[in-house]
């Protein structure tokens, strides 16, 4: 108690000193929190985009889909038996939200004058709607009934067409036989960077009658979590049950596999690292400094309470307690600040990929903060903790004549 | 109480050797009121720190208060210093951030672990500052500041109380009010204190005065 109370008001007493120190701590952490709390804003709509728009947090596949997705293969189809297992796996599991189950494939379009590619979803709308809620924000018009279909953006702008107008898509089936069939547009989809983010939406009862599929096959199960905390842990489950499933054989992904964000997500999770290392080195440095000032000015005082007899643990954590009161002050400093600069800032529009107009809605974690505020208080008692123990081994005669 | 026998100390002042103390000498009884006295360089200040566990001797004994010192390690030291001696120092070295009462209290409270807030009243209404507990040492001018030193050396109940040169930063007649503080509290708490100064004039107040030169007694006069 009596060394918080020396470390306090030596503080208070060296106030301008004090002052600039915490405001030097206080800037680290502002840019620190700053930087998690945008960055995190945008990691976290970016992946709500992908998994809540796009592919959902897990996807389950025949064994070797996932590596032919280019090709967009129509052999390695589920049937009816396998699906009615996956379902009841699915169903039985209480961590799970929803799961849609699709027919991917490729095709070309035709507005009867110009065509072009396309990538295509054969879903139930129903099932879609509620695993994919985000999908609906991307929508212009709604999810395709039987004879609609909804096509992305690009298409629609490539080949001038729009909501009500009709279309001819061609497509080739596992036999390599053509079929086509005439869709009424009932939706314009936009763009979302990564895979699946151009395709576009027919109905699965639609898809299969133009790939002439009888029975009815999926190629994908799309998996919506009711929280994507649960990611690892659900992903394990099915991991195991996919496993033991001989035939056919299954493989499970999370979305963190199949998409090319995850890679960003690791470049901001090190660029984060790498903003929380400068932030150390600054308090580092600053704490360091002030500390081994503060023994050198007051070297007087220890020469007298060692030559009373005053234990060592005493005079260290005399110090420590102060660089620690000195980091708490400046992250307390820092924590204020930023909130009054997110305020201010408030939200950023921005670009990604072809996406544009994109509001990053920042929200300032407060696991990251409180994360911050320890690394900036541990980091502090750290670094006094050299100066601190050189005080405290000072022998009291040469203390006493400095 | 206090017993140098033979005591040497040299310190190397770049390649010299400086010899402070050549064989050294001394008794001091308990209770004793002693003043060291003689010129910058005589060995004042050396013998006080050997006596005080603040410097070792290079040879010789050193008892204090029946402790053969010279054979303890610096652990022991610091125990030993915080059990058996006060001291006084000529820049008063208060705690700038502790008021007159926390200063005091500071040796029992952090040093020994007690909480006796009436001897450090009553102690502090000894010395004449009860009234001003709660002012700061800047707050304080430098006899009251020699005032509270005093005061802070005894709260111990010390068997020795070691002071070098506290008069040395007071006007003459501050000084001879500290002298005569220290006088009072000797008589009252029995304590043995050990002085040193260049004052002459503050040599009437003393039990002993110790003349030293060239790190030798020269006088020892008994008053």
């Known amino acids: 108690m009596e060394s918080f109370k020396i470390a306090f008001r030596n503080l208070v007493r060296m106030g301008r000193r004090t002052f600039l120190t915490g405001s030097l701590i206080a800037i680290g952490v502002v840019f620190v929190v700053l930087y998690i709390t945008y960055a995190q804003s945008f990691k976290?709509?970016?992946?709500?985009?992908?998994?809540?728009?796009?592919?959902?947090?897990l996807q389950i596949h025949k064994k070797g889909y996932v590596s032919s997705l280019d090709s967009l293969p129509l052999d390695k189809n589920l049937g009816p038996k396998v699906i009615k297992k996956i379902e009841e796996k699915l169903n039985s599991m209480p961590e799970i939200y929803s799961y849609s189950e699709r027919l991917k494939f490729g095709g070309m379009i035709s507005n009867f004058t110009d065509s072009t590619n396309i990538r295509l979803n054969g879903i139930d709308p129903k099932m879609e709607a509620k695993t994919l809620p985000l999908l609906k924000e991307r929508l212009t018009g709604h999810l395709p009934r039987v004879g609609e279909i909804a096509i992305p953006e690009l298409i629609a702008k490539g080949l001038h067409l729009k909501i009500g107008d009709v279309v001819v898509l061609v497509a080739t089936n596992k036999n390599g036989s053509m079929n086509a069939k005439t869709l009424k547009i009932s939706g314009i989809v936009g763009i979302v960077s990564g895979p699946g983010g151009r395709d576009g939406y027919i109905n699965l009862k639609d898809a299969r009658k133009l790939l002439r599929i009888k029975k009815p096959e999926i190629n994908e199960i799309v998996i919506k979590l009711k929280n994507p905390d649960m990611l690892q842990k659900t992903y394990k489950k099915l991991f195991k049950f996919v496993k033991e499933n001989k035939k056919p054989k299954l493989e499970v992904h999370t979305w963190v596999k199949l998409s090319p964000f995850s890679n960003i997500v690791k470049m901001l999770n090190l660029m984060t690292f790498s903003i929380e290392i400068i932030l150390i080195s600054i308090v580092l440095v600053s704490i360091l400094n002030v500390m081994i000032m503060s023994v050198y000015e007051r070297i007087k005082q220890i020469g007298t309470m060692k030559a009373?007899?005053?234990?060592?643990?005493?005079?260290?954590?005399?110090?420590?307690?102060?660089?620690?009161?000195?980091?708490i002050f400046g992250f307390i400093i820092g924590v204020v600040l930023s909130v009054v600069l997110v305020f201010v800032i408030g939200d950023i529009h921005y670009s990604f990929g072809r996406q544009s107009n994109l509001e990053l809605v920042p929200v300032i974690d407060l696991r990251s903060v409180v994360s911050v505020g320890v690394m900036v208080i541990l980091i502090s008692m750290l670094a006094s903790l050299y100066p601190a123990v050189k005080a405290a081994n000072l022998k009291p005669i040469d203390a006493l004549r400095s | 109480m206090v017993v140098l026998e033979n005591v040497y100390k040299s310190y190397k002042s770049g390649e010299i050797e400086v010899k402070v103390l050549e064989g050294l000498n001394l008794e001091i009884e308990k209770g004793e009121f002693v003043a060291l006295i003689g010129p910058s360089g005589s060995g004042k200040t050396t013998i006080l720190n050997i006596i005080g566990a603040l410097d070792r001797a290079d040879s010789g004994k050193v008892e204090v208060a029946g402790v053969d010192i010279t054979k303890k390690d610096e652990k022991e030291l610091t125990k030993f210093r915080a059990d058996h001696l006060g001291y006084v120092f000529q820049d008063f070295n208060l705690i700038e951030v502790f008021n007159i009462f926390e200063n005091?209290?500071?040796?029992?409270?952090?040093?020994?672990?007690?909480?006796?807030?009436?001897?450090?009243?009553?102690?502090?209404?000894d010395i004449g500052m009860s009234d001003q507990i709660n002012?700061?040492?800047?707050?304080?001018?430098?006899?009251?500041?020699?005032?509270?030193?005093?005061?802070?050396?005894?709260?111990?109940?010390?068997?020795?109380?070691?002071a070098d040169e506290p008069t040395a930063n007071l006007d003459s007649v501050t000084s001879h009010k500290v002298i005569e503080l220290m006088r009072k509290m000797q008589r009252e708490f029995n304590t043995t204190f050990i002085f040193s100064t260049h004052d002459m004039h503050l040599i009437d107040e003393v039990d002993r005065v110790l003349y030293l030169e060239d790190g030798k007694i020269i006088k020892d006069e008994r008053k």
């Not at chain 2, 430098?142 to 109380?161: C, E, F, N, S, Y």
């Open chain 1, 44 to 57: 976290n709509s970016m992946i709500a985009q992908i998994t809540d728009s796009v592919m959902g947090e």
């Open chain 1, 308 to 327: 009373m007899g005053t234990p060592k643990s005493f005079i260290v954590s005399m110090f420590v307690n102060e660089g620690m009161l000195l980091g």
């Open chain 2, 104 to 125: 005091v209290n500071f040796p029992l409270k952090v040093i020994h672990k007690k909480r006796d807030d009436e001897k450090v009243k009553n102690l502090l209404k």
């Open chain 2, 135 to 162: 002012k700061f040492p800047d707050q304080l001018s430098g006899g009251q500041k020699q005032r509270v030193a005093v005061a802070r050396a005894l709260v111990t109940d010390p068997l020795i109380v070691l």
